[in-house]
């Protein structure tokens, strides 16, 4: 949208940024702004953060966190101890979004962007005639790229959250522990079965895995019939497509890049009780 020029960074096989690769790039200088995903919303692969932030130390550059989807996770208490070392500097990060229609409980539309130093509002200009600030303070929210909005989705947020605050030890920080246990005890059911071939556990409460076959293409395809298999018996999955390198294929011929696969997404905390439907379902569809 701002016309300014941007470089994608290699991952490694979880879908992480990889620091070496960062590192290379920033050596060869030019780089102002590095953007760390907290929670990519196709895998929940969340870029490790400490490593990213010891980079900022040497080569001086603005860091910005795609929170979009994870960020609510800081408060979920079984996150493993790699992804929490990344939560427990999150704060340290230049810029950050954070989505509440994704784990917030709000509808689509509701959306945060959030500035470590509000100094920064003196670079948008703001100059309109017949509109005004209520103080002289910077409050972003006045003169932000996306200006007119209705106040309902900002009440909304406010109220949820008065609800079920954002602690740790609250009712809302053990739906997001209960949503990425199901995750987890999903993943182990699929990982257990010789007909399904999986990713790296999950980091959030998203996993990708796929049907086995003898080749990619092969796989790619039963993924799809399994799709629409599932949905005529009411269980909703999602299709992905990512590298072959993100899974465990074994012996599998790998005569296509990418591998179309199936993507679940156990964000309600009901999902842990319903982790045997699911997979009731799932063994019947495959059958």
């Not at 929170?67 to 979920?76: D, E, H």
């Not at 996306?146 to 602690?167: D, F, N």
Request: hydrophobic fraction near 40%; charged fraction near 25%.
């Amino acid at each position: 949208m701002l016309g300014l020029k941007f470089e994608a960074v290699s991952c490694d096989w979880r879908g992480r940024i990889d620091p070496a690769a960062l590192e290379r790039r920033l050596a060869a200088g030019g780089v102002g702004t590095v953007v760390a995903t907290i929670g990519t919303t196709a895998t929940g692969s969340v870029d490790p953060l400490p490593a990213i932030l010891e980079l900022r130390e040497r080569f001086k550059f603005r860091l910005h966190a795609d929170a979009a989807y994870g960020g609510y996770f800081g408060l979920a208490a079984n996150l493993s101890a790699e992804t929490r070392r990344t939560y427990e500097r999150l704060r340290e990060v230049d810029s950050i979004v954070i989505d509440p229609h994704k784990h917030g409980l709000q509808p689509y539309g509701c959306g945060c962007v959030m500035f470590r130093d509000p100094e920064v509002g003196r670079f948008y200009k703001h100059d309109s005639p017949y509109t005004y600030f209520t103080s002289g303070d910077l409050h972003l929210g006045e003169i932000s790229l996306e200006c007119s909005r209705p106040g309902a989705a900002a009440v909304a947020l406010w109220a949820t959250q008065r609800l079920l605050p954002l602690v740790t030890d609250g009712d809302f920080a053990r739906g997001l522990a209960a949503g990425r246990k199901a995750a987890l005890t999903l993943y182990e059911r699929v990982k257990g079965d010789r007909r399904f071939v999986t990713a790296a556990p999950p980091e959030l409460d998203i996993l990708v895995w796929a049907p086995r076959a003898a080749r990619v293409s092969e796989a790619s395809a039963r993924a799809r019939r399994l799709f629409e298999e599932a949905a005529r018996r009411h269980l909703h999955l999602a299709l992905a497509e990512l590298p072959v390198e993100f899974f465990d294929l074994g012996r599998m011929e790998q005569d296509r890049p990418t591998l179309t696969c199936l993507r679940s997404v156990l964000m309600k905390p009901e999902h842990r009780e319903w982790v045997d439907r699911i997979w009731a379902i799932l063994d019947q569809a495959a059958g």
